[in-house]
């Protein structure tokens, strides 16, 4: 992983569990935002649907990419990927036998569609 190194150092909160949880890392100084007003975060997440089942792994950030040049929408293209997998490696996925893929859990639904 290309930003395991930075993910570990930056990491502001990390709750994970076997009921997905989340993961908060500070990206202001991986997009070079100069003097900002407030620290550039992106999350991890991952909601527990019910059943022993939780959903695919989601990402969010605090600040918007229009706000940000091409090239550092890039970098938060790439880095988001990477994030998703680095929570996915801290939980395996979730509840489960240890047997499901990464591409297994993000087939999953975000959140539970109610009926």
């Known amino acids: 992983m290309k930003f395991k190194k930075y993910i570990e150092e ?7 569990s076997h009921r ?3 993961i908060e890392v ?7 935002i100069e003097n900002p007003e407030t620290r550039y975060k992106m999350t991890a997440y ?3 649907l019910g ?3 939780t ?5 969010d950030q605090n600040f918007e990419l229009k706000e940000l040049t091409d090239g550092q929408q890039v970098m938060v293209e790439k880095f ?6 680095y929570f996915y490696s801290l939980n395996g996925g ?11 859990v993000q087939s999953r639904p975000a959140s539970y569609p109610g009926l």
């Open 94 to 104: 979730g509840w489960g036998n240890g047997e499901e893929t990464y591409e297994d």
């Open 20 to 22: 997905g949880g989340g």
């Open 51 to 53: 059943g022993g089942m």
């Open 26 to 32: 500070d990206v202001t100084e991986l997009l070079q």
């Open 55 to 59: 959903a695919s792994i989601q990402s």
């Open 10 to 16: 930056n990491t502001l909160r990390q709750e994970v």
């Open 46 to 48: 991952q909601n527990y």
């Open 80 to 85: 988001t990927k990477e994030l998703k997998q």
